[in-house]
Nanobody, 118 residues
Framework: HVQLVESGGGSVQAGGSLSLSCAAS?????MGWFRQASRKEREGVAS????????YSTDSVKGRFTISYDRVKNTMYLQMNNLKPEDTGMYYC???????????????RGQGTQVTVS
């Protein structure tokens, strides 16, 4: 069965950096991240076409987060710099063959990893 295995995350002070990774057991056209904070709606963070087109990121993380994909390792990364308290939440790796939807609607999802910024 499909597995998306996340690693990274943790706690950091505002202004700090964290890196997330997501190793996929299968190949997908699109991979991405969404996050969910307590008492807030799910929010798509970033996504990338594994075939190499330009990645997408939501406005609130532009210039701070960078999504990338290593085709050889079939692993996606999210480098998060200049973190803010409002970035706190559970971050989920997602994947799908259909890219035309919000990240939180992708068909496959990892177990989630907590990011806490204080």
């Amino acid at each position: 069965h499909v597995q998306l295995v996340e690693s990274g995350g943790g706690s950091v002070q505002a202004g700090g950096s964290l890196s997330l990774s997501c190793a996929a057991s299968d190949r997908f056209n699109c991979m991405g991240w969404f996050r969910q904070a307590s008492r807030k709606e799910r929010e798509g963070v970033a996504s990338i076409f594994t075939g190499g087109s330009s990645p997408y990121s939501t406005d609130s993380v532009k210039g701070r987060f960078t999504i990338s994909y290593d085709r050889v390792k079939n692993t996606m990364y999210l480098q998060m710099n200049n973190l803010k308290p409002e970035d706190t939440g559970m971050y989920y790796c997602v994947a799908d063959s259909n890219c035309d939807m919000p990240e939180y609607e992708y068909g496959y999802r990892g177990q989630g990893t907590q990011v806490t910024v204080s």
